[in-house]
């Protein structure tokens, strides 16, 4: 268990405040755990064994203060998102979006489903009913184009929480304004699509990010870089 009191968690959320947004543009900041080799889930899977908690509290106060939660449905089925009480702008390539997923209880807020056309075609008509699907992309989702629909829709402050196909695209297309990645002190190895950016190809032009701060907490180190 860690020492933290009231204020150190006040104080630690108090170092995210969002900038200033271009309206029309929005900003989105990604949050991800990761081992100390840049794995971002378990055996099982999941990220749950990575996070400590501060990194917990940390989580649940960025979702606080965002207009959205951007996250792929991978992790969602994952990690068996729970109904929020934000809006949550999911993306799904083959509309994989099984009827039971807690996250579309309508007791939680508005969902959204990014799809591509095939992916919209997949959805079970009782999935629908609970959701909004926005189909852009033939085959696969347009990242752009989702993020324009959000920002068009007064979503301006977004939050993705991946997982690591989600993120890749969106650092592929240099769609990520910010980056904040906690670093857990375990190393567990694995393949490439489990670490944190899984690209087919090296990037061209590589992404320069600038730090904006390095925050040790207890055995947890969470680093904030500015891509934009």
């Not at 007791?107 to 926005?134: H, L, W």
């Not at 977004?158 to 857990?184: K, N, P």
């Not at 190393?187 to 992404?207: E, F, K, Q, T, W």
């Given at each position: 268990m860690t020492g933290l009191t009231v204020d150190d968690v006040q104080a630690l959320l108090g170092s995210y405040r969002w900038p200033q947004v271009v309206p029309d543009r929005g900003w989105l900041r990604a949050n991800m755990v990761m081992s100390l080799d840049g794995v971002v889930v378990d055996a099982n899977g999941r990220s749950g064994?990575?996070?400590t908690e501060p990194d917990r509290l940390l989580f649940n106060g960025l979702r606080r203060d965002c207009d959205v939660v951007l996250v792929g449905a991978g992790t969602v089925r994952a990690e068996r998102y729970q109904p929020a009480r934000w809006p949550v702008a999911l993306v799904t390539n083959a509309g994989n979006l099984p009827?039971?997923?807690p996250l579309l209880d309508p007791a939680g807020?508005?969902?959204m489903?990014?799809?591509?056309?095939?992916?919209?075609q997949a959805?079970?008509?009782s999935v629908q009913k609970r959701c909004e699907v926005i189909a852009c992309g033939v085959d696969q989702v347009d990242l752009a184009t989702c993020l324009q629909w959000l920002t068009g829709a007064g979503f301006h402050r977004i939050h993705c929480e991946g997982g690591t196909r989600l993120l890749s695209g969106l650092i592929a297309?240099?769609?990520v304004d910010e980056l904040l990645v906690t670093v857990s002190p375990q190393l567990l190895g694995g393949p490439s699509d489990v670490h944190l950016v899984d690209v087919p190809a090296v990037l061209n032009p590589v992404?320069?990010?600038r730090f904006e701060q390095v925050i040790t907490v207890d055995e947890t180190v969470f680093l904030r870089a500015m891509l934009h």
């Amino acid at each position: 268990m860690t020492g933290l009191t009231v204020d150190d968690v006040q104080a630690l959320l108090g170092s995210y405040r969002w900038p200033q947004v271009v309206p029309d543009r929005g900003w989105l900041r990604a949050n991800m755990v990761m081992s100390l080799d840049g794995v971002v889930v378990d055996a099982n899977g999941r990220s749950g064994s990575l996070s400590t908690e501060p990194d917990r509290l940390l989580f649940n106060g960025l979702r606080r203060d965002c207009d959205v939660v951007l996250v792929g449905a991978g992790t969602v089925r994952a990690e068996r998102y729970q109904p929020a009480r934000w809006p949550v702008a999911l993306v799904t390539n083959a509309g994989n979006l099984p009827e039971d997923l807690p996250l579309l209880d309508p007791a939680g807020g508005p969902v959204m489903v990014f799809t591509s056309q095939r992916g919209a075609q997949a959805i079970e008509p009782s999935v629908q009913k609970r959701c909004e699907v926005i189909a852009c992309g033939v085959d696969q989702v347009d990242l752009a184009t989702c993020l324009q629909w959000l920002t068009g829709a007064g979503f301006h402050r977004i939050h993705c929480e991946g997982g690591t196909r989600l993120l890749s695209g969106l650092i592929a297309d240099d769609l990520v304004d910010e980056l904040l990645v906690t670093v857990s002190p375990q190393l567990l190895g694995g393949p490439s699509d489990v670490h944190l950016v899984d690209v087919p190809a090296v990037l061209n032009p590589v992404r320069v990010g600038r730090f904006e701060q390095v925050i040790t907490v207890d055995e947890t180190v969470f680093l904030r870089a500015m891509l934009h």
